[in-house]
């Protein structure tokens, strides 16, 4: 049964820094992972998706790498501003496809 | 192009009730899918249909059912509410039924009372 963690739970950031957000999967066999931002009270709007197939995605000051092997992702966010505080949500879609199997989620606070 | 919408935005019941919460796909879209997040945590898949068939179902009670319409819209449909079905239902929908990529609504806010 595949699990997902997220690691921290929750982060607080003065303004300006960089920071990573860990994701861990327990199975392997994904087909893609994605990272989603929440914010309160909100639906999900997606940020980078990563195909099996690949190490990393960019999207402006956001890159997401991608382990397989050791079922691990990483979030990086680059000069974290006030308006990136929400939750960021990792989750992983299987070889046999439908859900997606979300972690708990990193709450992100960034500091003026 | 429209999002996804969900309908209503916010909704109060009682234990015992019955609850409907509506979701209509981006336009071309045919499968839909339905999620449960609790406060604090990540979100939950409760069912996914595609062209008007289930093609999945989480680990939810019998209470929790849904169907997609011709026009690919979909109802999800809880009997007998309990205390801890409170939470933020969420509505995606993708082009495909398999590894498509989901794209969210804002959900449906269900507070049982």
């Known amino acids: 049964k595949q699990e997902v963690t997220q690691i921290p739970a929750a982060l607080s950031v003065p303004e300006g820094e960089n920071l990573v957000l860990n994701c861990s999967f327990t199975?392997?066999?994904?087909?893609?992972l994605q990272w989603f931002r929440q914010d309160p009270g909100k639906g999900l709007t997606s940020l980078l998706l990563?195909?099996?197939?690949?190490r990393e995605q960019t999207s402006g000051r956001l890159n997401a790498s991608l382990d397989k092997s050791s079922g691990r992702s990483t979030l990086y966010i680059a000069a974290s501003q006030p308006g990136d505080s929400a939750t960021y949500l990792c989750a992983v879609i299987g070889n046999q496809g439908g859900k997606l199997i979300f972690g708990q989620g990193t709450e992100l606070s960034v500091k003026p | 192009d429209a999002g996804v919408t969900q309908s209503p935005t916010h909704l109060i019941k009682t234990r015992g009730q019955h609850v409907t919460l509506r979701c209509s796909p981006i336009?071309?879209?045919?499968?839909v899918s339905w999620y449960q997040q609790v406060l604090g945590q990540g979100p939950q898949f409760i069912f996914q249909y595609y062209e008007k068939e289930e093609r999945g179902r989480g680990n939810f009670p019998d209470r929790f059912s849904a169907r997609q319409f011709p026009n690919y819209s979909s109802e999800l449909n809880v009997n007998a509410l309990l205390l801890g079905d409170s939470a933020l239902y969420l509505c995606?929908?993708?082009?495909?039924?398999?590894?498509?990529?989901?794209?969210f609504g804002d959900g449906t806010r269900l507070s049982i009372l």
């Open positions: 995606a929908s993708s082009l495909g039924g398999g590894r498509t990529p989901q794209h």
């Open positions: 336009s071309g879209h045919k499968s």
């Open positions: 990563i195909q099996s197939s690949q």
């Open positions: 199975d392997s066999a994904i087909y893609n």
